[in-house]
């Protein structure tokens, strides 16, 4: 509903115009690919594949327990089965902030791989992907 009695106009609250319907499919969307999932020592855990055709980039976070570090890598596959050679890593050592990095869509499907540096203790994770127009 508009506001009345200003000098320059009406100012609009809300909206019930819908956006078309490409502009609708490429709106950005948040993914929790791990959630406070535990990692074996020295072990890897992987997300599941997520169909990411629709968006340019994806932006990727993670943190894990104790800083002790991870490998972070962001894996592309044009099938949602096998990864290629073109996947993305990060290491993080525990000293610096938790990782997170944009990167530009690959492939038809992306996950999120993590790897515990820690050689005696499983640590927990949590990961996220933002996916971008």
């Not at 594949?49 to 980039?57: F, T």
């Not at 997170?100 to 203790?121: L, Q």
Request: avoid cysteine; charged fraction near 15%; glycine fraction near 8%.
């Amino acid at each position: 509903m508009p506001k009345t009695g200003l000098t320059h106009g009406a100012i609009m609250e809300g909206s019930d115009v819908q956006l078309p319907v490409e502009i609708q499919g490429r709106a950005t969307q948040t993914i929790q690919t791990h959630n406070a999932v535990s990692i074996p020592a020295n072990g890897w855990n992987s997300g599941t594949w997520v169909e990411v055709s629709a968006y340019d980039k994806v932006a990727v976070s993670a943190n894990m327990s104790a800083g002790t570090g991870m490998t972070l890598n962001v894996d592309f596959s044009h099938d949602g089965v096998n990864f290629f050679a073109n996947s993305y890593s990060i290491f993080y050592d525990g000293s610096q902030p938790s990782p997170a990095f944009e990167i530009p869509v690959m492939s038809k499907f992306v996950r999120v791989s993590i790897k515990n540096k820690d050689a005696t203790n499983a640590k927990t994770t949590s990961a996220y992907l933002f996916l971008k127009p």
